[in-house]
């Protein structure tokens, strides 16, 4: 005799934090431009930089990054115009980001 399963109630509310951007760390917030190949992007960052981005390889391995996503990019200190990215968000949280007020426009 087997048991029986019970559905799961699909109704509930996901409750998700979102990431936001640390100051203190020099994280900014990024739209990908275009994509310039070998792991590369050009990043318009919040703060009115257009930065040439890098994708480590941590982040290549397990997050796709496309043209019009937002991520995090934290800019080097000794090159301004270059940034690291570390964090992609998903299209949910975009739409939290733009509630909230962190993306102008």
Do not use: H
Not at 29 to 36: C, F, G, I, Q
Not at 47 to 65: A, E, L, N, Q
Not at 70 to 88: G, L
């Amino acid at each position: 005799m087997q048991k029986k399963k019970r559905a799961k109630n699909t109704n509930a509310p996901t409750v998700t934090r979102v990431r936001t951007p640390r100051k203190e760390k020099g994280e900014v917030l990024a739209t990908v431009e275009s994509m310039l190949g070998a792991n590369r992007v050009r990043l318009r960052c919040m703060d009115g930089v257009v930065r040439m981005g890098r994708i480590p390889g941590s982040m290549k391995k397990r997050t796709w990054i496309r043209e019009g996503d937002i991520v995090i990019a934290v800019p080097w200190e000794f090159q301004d115009e270059k940034a690291d990215v570390i964090w992609k968000y998903t299209r949910p949280q975009v739409n939290w980001l733009e509630r909230k007020g962190y993306l102008k426009g």
